[in-house]
Antibody, heavy 121, light 107 residues
Framework: EVRLWEFGGGLVQPGGSLRISCETS????????MTWVRQAPGKGLEWVAS????????YYADSVKGRFTISRDQYQNTIYLQMNSLRVEDTAIYYC??????????????WGQGTLVTVSS | DIQMTQSPSSLSASVGDRVIITCRAS??????LAWYQQKPGKVPKLLIY???RLQSDVPSRFSGSGSGTDFTLTISSLQPEDVASYYC?????????FGPGTKVEIK
């Protein structure tokens, strides 16, 4: 059974930093790209960032480019999202998703339960 | 970037009704479209990919069609457990953009 579980969310002040993580099991982690998708309270889904299966390529939404960094640990079957210079509009539930496709042409077949990041003073 | 729109933004239908949700891309995306279901307070779930292929364990009352710029998600006979928001997502090119969603309720 595929399992994804995110942790590390919390309350952070504007301009601050936070790193969230997603541990996985139940599939061959190194065969799949992985992605972060977020959902602001009461809003729709927004793709944030993806990392290729071999960690060679990363892709970012314009809204987070230069502030967020996605990475993966191939031995710990875990992905990370380092978030810097956080803004109030980054407040959202952050989901990690097992990703199908290649070269940035991605869709998402399994999702974690999400971790809430709140940016507020 | 290619923009995705959905219509209607919300709908209310009776149990057993046929429900059709439309997704439109601002440029052609071939068949590179997925549909997701998100029940209230729950995690999104992949329903359909490549515009019309049903993900495993998804009931056969769900179907998808279309290519290019116009796509539809059809629920052939609406059930109470189908109350949810439905999102299309294109993946022909980066960024993989979601539509704004359609909220489906029971009348």
């Amino acid at each position: 059974e595929v399992r994804l579980w995110e942790f590390g969310g919390g309350l952070v002040q504007p301009g601050g930093s936070l790193r969230i993580s997603c541990e996985t099991s139940g599939f061959t982690f190194t065969d799949y790209a992985m992605t972060w998708v977020r959902q602001a309270p009461g809003k729709g889904l927004e793709w944030v960032a993806s990392v290729s299966s071999g960690a060679v390529s990363t892709y970012y939404a314009d809204s987070v480019k230069g502030r967020f960094t996605i990475s993966r640990d191939q031995y710990q079957n875990t992905i990370y999202l380092q978030m810097n210079s956080l803004r109030v509009e980054d407040t959202a539930i952050y989901y990690c998703a097992k990703t199908l496709g290649s070269y940035g042409l991605y869709y998402f077949d399994h999702w974690g339960q999400g971790t809430l990041v709140t940016v507020s003073s | 970037d290619i923009q995705m729109t959905q219509s209607p933004s919300s709908l209310s239908a009776s149990v057993g009704d046929r429900v059709i949700i439309t997704c439109r891309a601002s440029q052609g995306i071939g068949s590179n479209l997925a549909w997701y279901q998100q029940k209230p307070g729950k995690v999104p779930k992949l329903l359909i990919y490549v515009a019309s292929r049903l993900q495993s364990d998804v009931p056969s009352r769900f179907s998808g069609s279309g290519s290019g710029t116009d796509f539809t998600l059809t629920i052939s006979s609406l059930q109470p457990e189908d109350v949810a928001s439905y999102y299309c997502q294109k993946y022909d090119s980066a960024p993989p953009t979601f539509g704004p969603g359609t909220k489906v309720e029971i009348k």
